[in-house]
């Protein structure tokens, strides 16, 4: 007879089913069933006199986090000065990006570390190909194990316990007490579950490398996100050559930190300049086009906005956008045609958001808005400036959230001036370098930009 050990539990309200249900009895949500481990809790027992006790705040030891420091500059940063031991990182990105690359160059560049590369997703020779490529060099101290049982992993773990450990990715990997499939949630979450014990334990930082999927059967790395010390995003897009590394999560360092690599073919390049890589994708000098500074839920981005306008050549004007609202770019034509008296019912008006970004946050109204006008004038704005503020029906200039950030983030690209709502230099302590502009209406932005 098989042992139970596992049940299905709504992640909704709780309740508890041997098998996976789609639809919960109890609370009628969908597709909350998730499967869990059911533990044998023994009832702790509690001695009299027990030494656990609480203490005072100014009694607890500060021991400052040993850390590993790679070569790699625009790795450590990110992490907040190298890899702290014991810590567990998760590395998500799309499929494609670069993951397992950044982390074999990780592994070539801990010279004095044996690195485990746990593997589930490519054999233990497409690891050696992957390492010819990049031309390898510390092969000794860089182990292979092509296995997915978490278990056996464990042991192989416990047997000869490795410095640091990689394990791509997290989606393979599962534990036989679960009957649901490698890359469900509960798969995902125990098996994490399992490796952040052991990093605990035996004080080894380990890396997940984790999948952002879509909506489907695969669980996305989100869901373990709590569960982890670090949480890094890789992004880029698959066409372009440059990856951005950012902390989105990070219990021992600022998740301010951006890291910019460049893809070879010899592999991944750190970008020390990014201002210039970000500068480099743009078209200078052409009108219709401004920087604006976007948060993306946590994270500040720098994003182009660019803006076409035509006349009309057939009877209703279009209006067109990409990775934007589109009622949101009628409500801006509006505001300029009744207070700036930029009369725009004979002009087509395509706004782009460059690099295929979408944002739907108006702190970038200002400039959308800069944008129509320098492409209506035909003149350039600056390209060493940035535009930050959303713009209200009358045509003011209003606050937007986490200043700080974009501020930081227009400086550390390299930026020379940042527009800003004038209410919002109130609250900005430090401007990192960079001059900051106050501006209480559109027409305040024009003036200064197109003259
Ligand atoms: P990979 O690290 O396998 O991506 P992930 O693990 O995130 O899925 O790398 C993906 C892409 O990188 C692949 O399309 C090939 C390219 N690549 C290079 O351009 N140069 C290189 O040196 C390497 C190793 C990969
Ligand atoms: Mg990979």
């Given amino acids: 007879m098989s042992k139970i050990h596992s049940k299905y539990v709504c992640q909704s309200c709780g309740c508890e089913s041997p098998r996976w249900i789609g639809k919960c009895p109890n609370c009628s949500e969908?597709?909350?069933?998730?499967?869990?481990?059911?533990?044998?809790?023994?009832?702790?027992?509690?001695?009299?006199?027990?030494?656990i006790k609480a203490t005072p705040l100014n009694e607890v030891d500060i021991i400052e986090d040993q850390r590993l420091t790679t070569s790699i500059d625009e790795f450590d940063r990110v992490l907040g000065g190298g890899i702290v031991l014991g810590s567990v990182v998760l590395l998500g990105g799309?499929?494609?990006?670069?993951?397992?690359?950044?982390?074999?160059?990780?592994?070539?560049?801990?010279?004095?570390?044996?690195?485990?590369?746990?593997?589930?997703?490519?054999?233990?020779?497409?690891?050696?190909?992957?390492?010819?490529?990049?031309?390898?060099?510390?092969?000794?101290?860089?182990l292979v194990l092509a296995e997915t049982n978490v278990d056996v992993i464990a042991e192989v773990i416990e047997r000869t316990p490795p410095d640091v450990i990689i394990v791509d990715s997290i989606q393979?990997?599962?534990?036989?007490?679960?009957?649901?499939?490698?890359?469900?949630?509960?798969?995902?979450?125990?098996?994490?579950?399992?490796?952040?014990?052991?990093?605990?334990?035996k004080s080894i930082p380990i890396f997940l490398i984790g999948h952002v999927t879509k909506e489907g059967v695969i669980a996305g790395p989100k869901i373990i996100e709590h569960m982890v010390d670090t949480v890094l995003q890789f992004e880029g897009e698959r066409h372009y050559a440059y990856r951005i590394l950012r902390a989105i999560k990070n219990r021992f360092g600022s998740t301010n930190e951006i890291g910019v690599f460049e893809m070879r073919d010899t592999g991944l390049h750190e970008v020390k300049n990014p201002s210039e890589v970000f500068l480099s994708e743009r078209s200078f000098g052409a009108?219709?086009?401004?920087?604006?500074?976007?948060?993306?839920?946590?994270?500040?981005?720098?994003?182009?906005?660019?803006?076409?306008?035509?006349?009309?050549?057939?009877?209703?004007?279009q209006r067109n956008t990409t990775g934007l609202d589109y009622r949101r770019l009628g409500l801006l034509i509006a505001v300029l045609e009744k207070r700036l008296g930029i009369m725009l019912g004979q002009y087509d008006v395509f706004v782009?958001?460059?690099?295929?970004?979408?944002?739907?946050?108006?702190?970038?109204?200002?400039?959308?808005?800069?944008?129509?006008?320098?492409?209506?004038?035909?003149?350039?704005?600056?390209?060493?400036?940035?535009?930050?503020?959303?713009?209200?029906?009358?045509?003011?200039?209003?606050?937007?959230?986490?200043?700080?950030?974009?501020?930081?983030?227009?400086?550390?690209l390299g930026f020379q001036r940042i527009l800003l709502p004038k209410n919002n230099l109130k609250g900005l302590l430090r401007s990192n370098g960079i001059e900051l502009v106050g501006i209480e209406r559109i027409e305040d932005a024009v003036k200064i930009l197109l003259g």
């Fill in 287 to 317: 009108s219709g086009s401004t920087v604006v500074a976007s948060v993306e839920g946590t994270r500040p981005i720098l994003i182009e906005v660019q803006a076409l306008v035509t006349p009309t050549s057939y009877g209703v004007p």
């Fill in 352 to 412: 782009n958001i460059a690099g295929g970004v979408r944002v739907d946050e108006p702190a970038v109204d200002l400039g959308i808005a800069t944008s129509i006008i320098s492409s209506l004038r035909d003149r350039s704005i600056d390209s060493q400036i940035v535009a930050v503020g959303e713009i209200g029906l009358g045509g003011e200039v209003r606050t937007v959230s986490q200043i700080e950030k974009r501020v930081q983030e227009a400086a550390k």
């Fill in 94 to 142: 799309d499929p494609g990006v670069g993951k397992s690359t950044l982390m074999m160059q990780l592994a070539a560049e801990l010279k004095n570390s044996v690195v485990l590369y746990i593997s589930g997703e490519e054999s233990a020779k497409q690891i050696k190909l992957r390492a010819e490529r990049l031309n390898f060099k510390s092969v000794d101290s860089f």
């Fill in 172 to 201: 393979t990997m599962f534990r036989p007490q679960f009957e649901s499939s490698p890359g469900s949630v509960g798969q995902v979450r125990e098996s994490t579950a399992l490796f952040t014990r052991i990093a605990k334990d």
């Fill in 30 to 51: 969908w597709n909350t069933f998730v499967e869990e481990l059911v533990q044998k809790v023994s009832a702790r027992k509690i001695v009299k006199g027990t030494s």
